[in-house]
């Protein structure tokens, strides 16, 4: 694709990396068939090409967008589906956050989205704030139908229809610690807990500690570390995400050289997606740039590091037929497609792939509450892909994809891991017991 940035914007490192991607394309519509949002709404703006060519346009101005493109770029999931597809290697995700922060610099948000953006912002990475307030949603639930009722409030609406019922405990690792296996240590990893994870179900860090324990690796959840900076990042709040990555390579850094650590271990695959983007998200940030790139060569999604581990006598409890929803941050985004399932595989579970596996359930981190209307659609969708399977239950790796997969149908839902950890002698997922 032909661009036309100028000198001064090319001296911008972003943009010169934006001018790179764009050249790459060569407009040949590869990635709309795959397009989750162009599949459901068929409009071409809707489709990563049309997004390619909308943000060029816009960064190329150097000016203000318009309501419209703003509308077309936040309508993306950032599910990565079109990177999978391209053939020729576009790199969408960095295009599409450099034109989110560049909406976010230049774009001035009616006063309710803005005021809504600043509530997740502050609410979602705040394990206390997010506890209290999902309390607090429990009892506007009744509200939800109003505030969906008045547009601008709509995500308001969302977000109390998304509230779980009851309260999950706090659990040990929702602190900072260290957790050492009773034999011989084998291995020590450092293990993201995660912000919205432990206040919605902490059980999933629980079995992963366990588990690991279990098979001789030490887990540590070191002070210091915090979000992991994907949900601003992907409002373009760019300051905010750079400051928590770089909180987090400097807690994991002091780790590393430390006791020492074999891997950083994530279990919510939209995270894990955005830490191991971290080299290139501090690539210009000279106090963290190099210790970030070897954070991100660390990193791990738990089933990568549980395939080098010996599960050899991993036996499921029961025989069930198990639904793997691969989220679109582990298959698109870190192309961790095997491991999930061939773990399962090895315990004795019965794996099936549902159809149109490739397409997103439309939870995507804030998605679901900013751009609830198209995230229902996806999830129908997804849900009826997934019942056609006639399974037992549901596994996946990623929390957001569990919460919004949970809240349209009445199949349990569980983590991978937690199956892991049964088969290996935990206990039995809570959602299977109900
Ligand atoms: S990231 Fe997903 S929603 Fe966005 S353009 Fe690509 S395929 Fe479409
Ligand atoms: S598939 Fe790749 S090269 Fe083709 S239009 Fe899409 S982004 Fe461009």
Redesign the pocket.
């Known amino acids: 694709m032909q661009t036309n940035f100028s000198l001064k914007q090319l001296a911008d490192p972003q943009f010169a990396h934006s001018e790179s991607i764009l050249r790459n394309c060569v407009h040949c519509g590869f990635?709309t068939a795959?397009?989750?949002?162009?599949v459901e709404l068929g409009d071409e703006l809707d489709?990563?090409r049309g997004?390619i060519y909308l943000i060029k346009e816009m960064l190329e101005s150097g000016k203000a967008p318009s309501a419209g493109v703003v509308k077309h770029v936040d309508?993306?999931?950032?599910?990565?589906?079109?990177?999978t597809t391209c053939p020729a290697s576009v790199n969408?995700m960095h295009l599409?956050d450099h034109g989110r922060a560049y909406i976010e610099q230049n774009y001035q948000r009616p006063l309710a989205d803005r005021m809504i953006r600043k509530l997740l912002e502050i609410v979602l990475p705040n394990k206390t704030l997010f506890r209290a307030s999902l309390i607090m949603a429990r009892l506007a639930r009744p509200f939800a139908g109003l505030f969906k009722a008045i547009g601008p409030l709509k995500p308001l609406g969302a977000m109390l229809e998304l509230a779980p019922s009851k309260s999950a405990p706090t659990t040990p690792t929702c602190k900072p610690g260290t957790f050492s296996p009773d034999g011989p240590r084998k291995g020590r990893v450092a293990l993201l807990t995660g912000c919205a994870q432990p206040v919605l179900n902490p059980g999933i860090n629980e079995a992963t500690v366990r588990l690991l324990n279990r098979l001789g690796i030490e887990v540590v959840v070191p002070a210091g570390v915090g979000c992991c900076g994907a949900l601003t990042h992907h409002m373009g709040k760019e300051a905010d995400s750079h400051a928590r990555a770089a909180a987090n390579v400097a807690a994991w850094s002091a780790e590393l050289e430390g006791e020492g650590l074999d891997a950083i271990i994530i279990n919510t695959s939209g995270c894990g997606t955005t830490v191991k983007d971290y080299g290139h998200m501090l690539a210009h940030d000279e106090a963290h740039a190099e210790k970030a790139k070897r954070i991100s060569e660390l990193t791990q999604d738990i089933t990568e590091y549980l395939s080098g581990l010996d599960l050899a006598n991993a036996k499921a409890g029961e025989p069930l037929r198990v639904a793997y929803h691969s989220a679109?941050s582990l298959q698109h985004g870190q192309r961790v497609l095997t491991e999930p399932k061939a773990l399962l595989k090895g315990c004795g579970f019965e794996v099936v792939d549902p159809p149109e596996g490739h397409l997103?359930c439309g939870s995507a981190g804030t998605y679901n509450i900013m751009q609830s209307d198209i995230a229902t659609r996806l999830r129908s969708r997804k849900v009826l892909n997934i019942e056609s399977t006639q399974p037992d239950l549901i596994a996946a790796g990623n929390i957001g994809c569990m919460t919004q997969i949970a809240s349209g149908t009445g199949i349990p839902v569980v983590h991978t891991v937690e199956l892991l950890d049964w088969a290996t002698g935990g206990p039995k997922p809570e959602a299977l017991t109900k």
């Open positions: 990635c795959t397009c989750p949002t162009y489709s990563p997004r309508r993306c999931l950032s599910c990565l589906s079109c990177m969408y599409v679109c997103c």
